[in-house]
């Protein structure tokens, strides 16, 4: 029966070590896990914390050194002065241009990513879920030039997005848009409007991912259960909805908002010929070879961005973490 | 008088699968009624083709007279206790249970002053302000029930709202949950898969098997006067005798069936009764239950802690009184 097998079972109760090397570590790593945490997160925090941390702290400081007008040499001591310079009306300009740019970008982001997101996660199933990632993920594959170069072609005065509204006798519509002032210009692809599309267009993915994921994570009764006690869809998406999402909203935010602050490529192809605080960067440090004016301007997103996650903090965005 | 929630015909169909299906059902005011039956019975989607998450594919609903079918969730005044009480993460208790009202407008200090109340109701007072996922089990069950009793619901619905707890905490909650029942005079709708929950706490139960009500009654006609032998065998596992079984004790040619605890076992190897052989014994606490092998039927009886058990193996004699004997509707 049995009972006579299990007793006629030769196989010892605690199996001997597998020996060697190979056996001897995974013993040890068993009974000191810590031991393997330490092996497995070194390399990667003496790169974070040497590498990349190390390096950025070693431009700070250069912020606090000042150059020479006359020499155009870098006066290694401290002083405050680089950090009054930024708040020449010049450099104001610049870096409340980049923000409300950031800003905007941020904002047509999440109001576009939320119902792509919603979809996502409420409906898409097996195949619809996989198109949706590819479809995400898709233009984060091909090059970044190209999509801004192929982005400058579409906004261009003989771009396809004129000759389409030209069809559509809705040419007014763009020429009423471009007569305007500030977001206006010569065409879409000279103008801010041209800057602003093809930010949203570049940094999209990074707010419909987290949002997404965000989404995932509410429990589709509690959607019921909002409606059950009463709320219309408007106060369900107002009262559970958006709070549960928010985290997501902000995580996508913190992508969209700081790569918005530090880019320097889509508006120097894309946009007027004013700058953006990415742009004042590469040129203080390229052309003009004021490094510390350069890393004066770095400190600005970085300072920016402190704010905004306290601000967020604040106002509870985190709470349904 | 009106029903409170009434079925003519009501179908639910996924594509192929017949969910709810031709389904006639009335519900009175005031009732504690039980939708018992296995999972994928559809129950559950009765239950939410009356709160609104689902809309019938034929037939008609209604709740208090009113036609209900094309009615989202927030226009019925029925609310939901859900299985695993869908509590608002991001709100502590006190606007969890003030969110109905919240979004009907109601003022802020009127709403959290009825709110707590509605958790003194459930014998929670002062966990106003402590978040869902710092509770228990049982004491998020109670929250999301003062959830749905804050709103004054006509219908409550409670959606294996139990089936989570342990069972001491489970038996508590049945006895307040049928005694609030009683104060509130609310119309309870109470689905769950367990019998004997069911059974203490309803007042009718319907027992539902492949998207049909199988049966409706009382709690003693479903355990006493099984119709088909999916009730006899799904509440309380009754002993199902064959037609030819029957026939020997009854004159009829029917479908029988037999509480356990109606059958007596003897020592006896001769004389009036079943000869059977004893195969297995289960010692449930109370009572003891024994697995029987009458010449191929399997048959089960329940007898109390401590009576003299023959051993696993031996011959014994069974007798029940005729009475106790219950013959179905269903046809041989």
Redesign the interface.
């Known amino acids: 029966m049995t009972i006579a097998v299990v007793q006629s079972n030769p196989t010892p109760a605690i199996l001997p070590g597998s020996g060697g090397l190979r056996g001897a570590l995974s013993d040890l790593f068993w009974r000191r896990p810590k031991f393997l945490l330490l092996l497995m997160l070194l390399p990667p925090v003496l790169w974070l914390g040497i590498v990349y941390i190390g390096s950025l702290f070693a431009l700070l400081a250069q912020s606090f050194f000042s150059i020479d007008e006359f020499s155009g040499l870098i006066n290694r001591e401290f002083t405050l002065k680089t950090y009054g310079d930024l708040f020449q009306a010049a450099n104001l300009d610049i870096i409340l241009r980049t923000v409300t740019m950031a800003a905007l970008v941020t904002l047509a982001s999440a109001v576009i990513a939320f119902p792509i997101a919603y979809y996502a996660a409420r409906y898409a199933r097996g195949r619809w879920k996989a198109l949706f990632y590819l479809g995400v993920m898709l233009p984060l594959w091909s090059s970044y030039l190209v999509k801004i170069y192929a982005w400058k072609l579409i906004l261009a005065k003989e771009g396809i997005l004129t000759w389409l509204l030209a069809k559509l006798n809705l040419l007014w519509l763009l020429e009423g848009w471009l007569s305007l002032p500030i977001v206006g210009g010569n065409s879409l692809s000279v103008s801010f409007t041209g800057t602003f599309i093809v930010f949203v267009y570049v940094w999209l993915p990074f707010m419909i991912l987290p949002v997404q994921a965000a989404l995932e994570r509410v429990p589709g009764n509690l959607v019921e259960a909002s409606s059950d006690l009463g709320a219309s869809p408007g106060q369900t998406f107002r009262n559970v909805l958006f709070p549960l999402a928010l985290p997501g909203i902000v995580a996508g935010s913190i992508f969209t908002f700081s790569l918005t602050l530090g880019d320097y490529i889509i508006p120097q192809i894309i946009g007027t010929s004013r700058l953006f605080i990415g742009q004042a960067v590469y040129s203080q440090q390229g052309t003009a070879g004021n490094i510390p004016l350069a890393a004066a301007f770095t400190v600005v997103p970085i300072v920016i961005m402190g704010f905004y996650l306290w601000g967020a903090k604040r106002m509870g965005a985190f709470d349904a973490l | 008088m009106t029903s409170a929630v009434s079925f003519k015909k009501v179908s639910r169909h996924f594509g192929s699968v017949r969910a709810v299906d031709a389904v006639d059902l009335e519900i009175a005011a005031g009732e504690f009624f039980a939708m018992l039956g296995p999972s994928g019975s559809g129950k559950t989607t009765c239950l939410r083709l009356i709160?609104?998450?689902e809309q019938p594919t034929a037939g008609s609903i209604s709740i208090f007279g009113e036609r209900a079918e094309g009615v989202?969730?927030?226009r019925r005044n029925?609310?939901?206790v859900?299985q695993?009480y869908?509590?608002?993460?991001?709100l502590n208790v006190l606007d969890n249970v003030a969110?109905?009202l919240?979004?009907?407008g109601v003022g802020k200090a009127e709403r959290l002053k009825a709110a707590e109340e509605a958790l003194s109701l459930v014998r929670l007072p002062g966990y106003g302000t402590r978040r869902p996922g710092q509770l228990s089990g049982g004491q998020r069950q109670r929250v999301a029930l003062a959830?749905?009793l804050v709103?004054q619901p006509k219908v409550l619905l409670l959606d294996e709202p139990l089936g989570a707890l342990d069972l001491k905490l489970r038996e508590n909650m049945q006895e307040e949950l049928k005694s609030l029942q009683k104060v509130l005079g609310i119309t309870f709708v109470f689905v769950t898969h367990d019998q004997g929950e069911a059974l203490s706490m309803a007042d009718r139960v319907a027992v539902f098997n492949d998207g049909r009500i199988m049966q409706v009654g009382t709690p003693e006609d479903i355990y006493q006067r099984p119709n088909t032998r999916f009730v006899a065998d799904f509440v309380g596992s009754s002993n199902v005798l064959p037609p030819d079984f029957v026939q020997r004790y009854s004159g009829q040619h029917r479908w029988g069936s037999l509480r356990p605890e109606s059958i007596r076992v003897s020592n006896a190897t001769s004389g009036d009764g079943v000869a059977a052989r004893l195969v297995g014994t289960n010692y449930l606490g109370a009572t003891t239950r024994l697995a029987l092998d009458a010449d191929g039927l399997r048959l089960h009886a329940v007898v109390p802690a401590g009576t003299s058990l023959p051993a696993e193996g031996e011959a014994v004699m069974l007798t029940f009184n005729r009475d106790s004997l219950h013959l179905m509707d269903e046809p041989a």
């Open positions: 709160a609104g998450f989202p969730p927030y029925v609310n939901t859900f695993d869908a509590l608002f993460p991001h969110y109905g919240m979004v009907k959830r749905a709103n």
